[in-house]
């Protein structure tokens, strides 16, 4: 593996240490924050459940890194519980598949990363169907099928290695792990492996969507593993002694950096200049002997012209009176709501677009721009029902087909979807909003889905609210609601509660009492007659 055999001790380090960096780091960015807390609770969490053993089942395993907060959305749960740990290791260390910890092979000579490391960069991957994805370092492979799994069939998984021994075993265990069947059948033929150093050239030239790294990227090289990426790409990699995430844009600029959490992690292995410009000769010589066909780029050249000047015929625009913050309900989780901010509207702020692609993407604009009304003929396009980013977000979807919907922006991108009418992106938001649901922000969902017309969403959010009623009928969020919505939460509650108290089992169990009960009062009350005819 690419780690160079130097132990990952992320769970090594006491509480202490993590304070100790979060106030080194002086002034830093409040997801950042956040993100060590829940490195924070973890840390607390394990040593109170170190000396009462290790979870010894996945099952355990992944209620223990649900708990730990690291394990957040019900996708990736399902992966992990697909695709076990204990599948990709070999029998030496058997004992501890499911122990939350990193674990030495001395078989091939590296370490395999704890189970809540992986939870915590596959969540910040976000792996979605049909994303293209490279894990340098895959080792034993376990990662490489886990991502194989949420990006499906559709989507590719490439594992890189340094060595045919471990290429071999991972593809070993993937074959291995699809026949011997189970619920869900597994397939993973999509799951590839190949032996290659990451910064040597690559003779296909593929990039992706998304590139996770197993072993401390060198300052001098992050350059080049970006270069792997495609537009609005993520790549998750230990960087110093962080975990960082770094995103691209649609013409393939680093739009954002930021620290996940403090990490240690053997080195990636740097070839010689002397085999990177060798490799990149045997590239080029096998190039000018076959005729090579580009990989299709439609999706990359329409994301490119997302706000591009370039046959740009519409401009959407943000109005100087009113505010959108208005129209938009605050954000979909209780932790948000402290970062959250009143968005200003965007004063002169532009997105340019063009034309055809709205009108055959969204039937809102269809109807607008190819009936004469007004905004055709002026080719300008209010905006008022959400803010600036989250609008060019909606429009990068609408020419890309793809967008990476998180707990920031799931609120704005269902709010666009359901005003311009596009069904799909609905869909997927309302699918990340609902795995945030908690008692907090409960009613708060469940109203923005009634606004929205989000009817899914709407029946996850209301069993919640019925199912833990005594807790979300006390959030201010719920008082808050409109009179027929809360009518509708309470009858449903009072309609469970009913058919909870009166199922034959507890009407056994009351009869039961009931008797026990009266017996219990009839000989007392015997018991007292006695007694009183002997006093007379």
């Known amino acids: 593996m690419e780690q160079q055999a130097v132990e990952e001790e992320p769970n ?16 830093e960015e409040e997801h950042e924050d956040e993100t060590n807390n829940v490195l924070l609770r973890y840390l607390f969490r394990s040593v109170l459940e170190r ?42 260390v058997q004992h501890a598949a499911y122990a939350d910890r990193p674990l030495r092979l001395p078989e091939f000579g590296f ?34 099928a886990i991502a194989g799994y949420l990006v499906g069939r559709s989507g590719v998984s490439h ?4 060595r045919e021994d471990i290429v071999d075993f991972a593809g070993e265990n993937v074959r291995r792990l699809c026949a011997a069947g189970g619920t869900p059948t597994l397939d993973l033929d999509h799951v590839q492996f190949s032996v290659r150093n990451c910064f040597l050239a690559d003779p296909e ?9 197993g072993a401390c990227c060198p300052n001098s090289m992050l350059s080049s593993l970006l270069s792997l990426l495609r537009p609005c790409g993520v790549l998750v990699t230990p960087y110093a002694d962080e975990l960082i995430k770094v995103c691209v844009d649609a013409k393939g600029q680093v739009s954002s950096q930021s620290a996940i959490t403090a990490v240690r992690y053997g080195d990636l292995l740097v070839p010689s200049p002397h085999e990177m410009q060798a490799a990149r000769v045997a590239v080029e010589r096998k190039r000018s002997s ?14 490119g012209m997302v706000n591009s000047a370039r046959f740009s015929d519409i401009v959407l625009y943000f109005p100087e009176e009113g505010n959108v913050a208005a129209t938009e309900p605050k954000s979909a989780t209780a932790e948000l709501s402290k970062k959250e901010k009143a968005e200003e509207p ?10 055809f692609v709205l009108q055959v993407r969204s039937p809102h604009f269809a109807a607008m721009l190819g009936a004469g009304m007004c905004e055709h003929t002026s080719h300008r396009v209010p905006v008022t029902v959400v803010s600036h980013d989250i609008m060019l977000q909606f429009v990068s979807y609408l020419y890309g087909g793809t967008v990476t919907i998180n707990e920031d922006n799931a609120v704005g991108l269902l709010q666009a979807a359901d005003y311009y009418d596009v069904e799909r992106l609905k869909k997927m938001s309302e699918q990340v909003l609902a795995t945030l649901i908690n008692v907090e922000n409960a009613a708060h969902i469940l109203g923005l889905a009634q606004h929205c017309n989000a009817s899914q969403l709407k029946a996850v959010a209301l069993e919640f609210a019925i199912s833990h009623y005594a807790e979300v009928v006390c959030t201010p969020e719920f008082r808050e609601l409109d009179k027929d919505l809360l009518i509708e939460v ?16 507890s009407v056994r169990a009351r009869a039961s009492s009931s008797s026990s009960s009266s017996s219990s009062s009839s000989s007392s009350s015997s018991s007292s007659s006695s007694s009183s005819s002997s006093s007379s």
Do not use: W
């Not at 994303?131 to 034993?140: P, V």
């Not at 594992?159 to 340094?162: F, P, R, V």
């Not at 449903?492 to 108290?501: D, G, P, R």
């Open 12 to 27: 090594e380090r006491t509480a202490r240490d993590v304070v100790s960096d979060e106030e080194d780091s002086g002034d």
């Open 51 to 92: 000396d009462h053993g290790h979870t010894n089942t996945n099952e355990a395993l992944l209620v223990h890194l649900r708990h730990s907060g690291v394990l957040r959305t019900a996708r990736v749960e399902e992966a992990m519980r697909a695709v076990p740990r204990g599948a990709f290791l070999p029998e030496s």
């Open 111 to 144: 370490n395999i990363s704890a189970p809540h490391m992986y939870a915590m960069c596959l969540e910040t991957l976000d792996l979605q169907p049909g994303h293209s994805f490279l894990d340098i370092g895959s080792g034993t492979g376990h990662f490489t």
């Open 159 to 162: 594992g890189l290695d340094l």
């Open 205 to 213: 030239q593929r990039t992706y969507d998304r590139i996770h790294v």
């Open 290 to 303: 076959e005729v090579v066909v580009p990989a299709c780029s439609f999706r990359e050249d329409f994301a």
């Open 346 to 355: 965007q004063k002169g702020r532009e997105i340019r677009a063009h034309s």
């Open 490 to 505: 309470t009858t449903e509650a009072c309609k469970h509660l009913a058919s909870t108290s009166f199922s034959p089992t």
